[in-house]
């Protein structure tokens, strides 16, 4: 109880160091300083960092795909393995990964109280300062694969690059490594977009500056293909640091004895993570096992294409068995199946569109009878809802859901999922915000104000005169959306809704299937599979 509140408190506290982040934007040196402070009265050094061998992997969208691809390939070489990631989806334990799997309750118990005891016990000789939730977790993460002894850690970055939380390098602020080794072994960027720009900028050009700062001098970085403008934005970044920077080739141009590479993500938008990963694994092997071995750009600090090379045996396997939950996901419960992407920008919604317009179109082929697609959606914070729900409309749903990243209206002891910088009034009002738009891209004409139905402090349902719905929490839009046809959830308790609205159901009874596509916002989805999956939530 007393680990769920800490962390309670360092999520509230997390709005407060974005907003450091923004301020310390044009001065580096400030998070450099405050980093190393902390590392080192939780008892760690960046000399001890040098051991983890870290592969170091930023971008807008595919970064947490190509890190879940390249730690699989190593750990199917037989490597103790460490990853660390954000956000998580039901548990914080997913954010910091050994061999592939979360790190259990009693060890993440046991590391915990190990760095918050060395931090609280030097707080009064530092001014009270303590790490915020981010920036917490991240020492923590770096703790774990220390005394676990991995052989590797897969670092994905939080939000930046040259900013980020993990740049605390004291010697060279340029060159140094983002996730806190001096000399990582290799760095990676994934597709590059428009997200978080308070914090990276408006422009891709702004963005790609921002990301090109995990270069580091001498060390080999990869990356998928690129905008125009943001390609020129890296290239000119690499020659500044004197970084040998490659563009991966399409995952097609590998050369097999037969056949494709199969991957464990769906999806084509996967094939360039894919590809990204293979050129992460490859030259980490070639260094950690060959140090002699010397890259054919060693010399030239710029963009060339990377060599498109033969997979070995254990990296297709590698490819073919990587997991990554809530990312282009399927999951089928009897006569419902849920199709869980955590797309929350506008590029990442059209790879979504296009991978469920396929995969719901599959699953219909094999349906005995006539299915109803369900669209479950919610977005926060600066996304661009309207954007992505126009995207939506050509899926043509039979009913439109929305709700807040609110697990259930009762209050839970689950900390893990709560975001405590919205207040429940502004979510619920972003829901309704979301479901006009929705309405106003499928019917301009019928876009009067919604009315709340059940008139209490946080009201259960609203109606309108089309077929779309907002819930109070995702387990009463579950619950109506799936009508008791899906046995996983027949151990909650049933959530009250007015009959005219249980009405509206009729054609969820009767359809022979329900498809279900939930997406819009990690939060959301792990909100889904927390009730769906009820191990993960142990």
């Known amino acids: 109880t007393m680990l769920l509140q800490f962390l309670e408190q360092f999520e509230m506290c997390e709005k407060y160091a974005l907003e450091q982040v923004r301020q310390e934007r044009g001065h580096p040196q400030l998070q450099l300083q405050a980093m190393i402070g902390f590392l080192t009265r939780a008892g760690l050094t960046v000399e001890e960092l040098d051991h983890l061998n870290i592969i170091h992997v930023t971008g807008t969208k595919g970064k947490g795909s190509t890190c879940a691809f390249t730690e699989q390939i190593l750990r199917s070489y037989g490597f103790r393995t460490g990853f660390y990631s954000s956000p998580h989806l039901v548990q914080v334990r997913e954010r910091i990964r050994i061999n592939g799997q979360p790190i259990g309750k009693d060890l993440f118990t046991k590391y915990f109280w190990q760095v918050y005891g060395r931090l609280e016990e030097t707080k009064d000789a530092h001014g009270g300062t303590m790490p915020a939730y981010f920036r917490f977790l991240t ?24 900013y980020d939380l993990f740049k605390i390098n004291p010697h060279t602020a340029v060159s140094s490594c983002a996730c806190g ?30 990301k090109g700062g ?53 999806g084509q938008h996967q094939h360039s993570n894919a590809s990204l990963a293979l050129q992460l694994t490859y030259t980490w092997l070639q260094r950690r096992c060959f140090p002699d071995f010397t890259s054919t750009s060693v010399g030239f600090f710029g963009v060339t294409p990377a060599a498109a090379f033969k997979p070995s045996p254990i990296m297709v396997k590698g490819l073919a068995d990587t997991e ?61 809802s309207a954007a992505m729900l126009k995207l939506l409309v050509p899926c043509h749903f ?23 910088n919205v ?20 019917s301009p004409e019928d876009c009067e104000d919604p009315q709340f139905l059940i008139k209490a402090s946080l009201p259960l349902v609203t109606e309108k005169k089309t077929d779309t719905l907002v819930f109070p929490c995702i387990l009463s839009a579950l619950q109506w959306i799936t009508q008791g046809r899906d046995s996983v959830l027949a151990h909650t308790d049933v959530l009250p809704v007015k009959p005219s609205v249980m009405a509206k159901a009729a054609p969820l009874r009767e359809a022979t299937e329900i498809h279900i596509l939930i997406t819009g916002s990690l939060h959301l989805v792990g909100g889904v599979l927390k009730h769906l999956d009820l191990n993960s939530s142990k």
């Open 324 to 384: 990554w939950p809530g990312r282009n996901q399927s999951l089928k419960h009897g006569a419902v199946t849920y199709f869980l992407d955590g797309a929350h920008t506008r590029r990442s919604m059209l790879a979504c569109v296009n991978w469920f317009r396929e995969t719901a179109t599959q699953h219909e082929r094999n349906a005995s009878g006539p299915v109803c697609r369900v669209l479950l959606f919610n977005a926060t914070g600066e996304r661009d």
């Open 214 to 266: 995990i270069f580091k001098t001498g060390v080999p970085a990869f990356t998928v293909r690129q905008p125009e403008t943001a390609m020129a934005v890296l290239s000119d970044r690499a020659q500044e640091i004197k970084c040998p920077l490659r563009v991966c080739p399409e995952l097609e141009d590998y050369q097999l004895e037969c056949g494709s590479l199969h991957l464990g993500l769906a």
């Open 139 to 162: 020492i923590l993460a770096f703790h774990v694969f220390l005394q676990e002894k991995v052989d590797l850690a897969v670092i994905e970055v939080g939000i930046g690059g040259a």
């Open 423 to 442: 207040s429940v009034e502004n979510m619920l009002t972003r829901c309704l915000d979301n479901e006009r738009s929705w309405r106003l891209h499928n």
């Open 181 to 210: 080794h001096r000399a990582p072994w290799v760095c990676g960027i994934s597709s590059l977009g428009i997200d978080h720009t308070q914090i990276l900028g408006d422009t891709i050009e702004l963005i790609a500056w921002q």
């Open 398 to 420: 039979d009913f439109a859901v929305f709700c807040p990243n609110i697990t259930e209206a009762i209050a839970s002891c689950n900390a893990d999922q709560q975001n405590f």
